[in-house]
């Protein structure tokens, strides 16, 4: 079981507005729902073998980035 399924979505709110200063902002707020839902799904997508070994990755970004 991930720790994304062991919180609920209320205390995972909770913890990411402990974590935000008290002048963010509605926008920053948004941008940090939306980075938290990307990384959970993502991990989500590994849990279930839906990802990319590590190797391969590597091999892929040679072709972008300078040795």
Known sequence: ?????????KQR????LDKLPADCTVEQLQ???YVLQAVE???EAVD???GIPHEEVKRRLSKWLPS
């Not at 079981?1 to 979505?9: L, R």
């Not at 709110?13 to 990411?16: A, F, P």
Request: charged share 10%; no cysteine.
């Open 48 to 50: 279930r073998g839906e």
């Open 31 to 33: 941008y940090h729902l």
């Open 41 to 43: 799904s993502g991990l």
């Open 1 to 9: 079981m991930s720790t994304t399924t062991q919180q609920t979505v």
């Open 13 to 16: 709110l909770q913890m990411l």
